[in-house]
């Protein structure tokens, strides 16, 4: 399984929509195989999405990501937990032992919508997207 996760410096990049460059991560089980980062230049939604789904992208881990961009990805079956914030390492670790839907990961003004991010990562749990 393949994991994307929008990266600038060494944190989630805060805005999927102008986001430059991905980590993509093959998963098996609860545990990285492989990484590798990959350029991110495409603009449109529609490249962006399609970009992902060339990569083999499952799911995609970022920051804020715009309603239009968020409804072309889902188009391609990719499962999206948005607005994440943190240190790529410990964002990709607490996504591998479920720990990503600690409060701590989420961007700030985020912490209102608790029982929707809570949601959110029940749904990518039972979907055993690991």
Known sequence: MKVALTVWENRIS???DCAQRLLIVDISGRAEISRHFEPF???SPFSRASRLS????QVLICGA???YFASMIDTYGITIIPFV???VDQVLDA???DGLYDR???MPGCSDQ???WESRWDDVRNKKYY
């Not at 060339?54 to 992208?57: N, P, Y």
């Open 85 to 87: 914030a943190g240190e």
């Open 95 to 97: 996504y591998l032992t």
């Open 41 to 43: 230049h495409w603009h």
């Open 54 to 57: 060339e990569l083999g992208v």
């Open 14 to 16: 805060p805005v999927f």
């Open 114 to 116: 608790g029982k929707a």
């Open 104 to 106: 701590k990961f989420r």
């Open 65 to 67: 990501v715009s309603e």
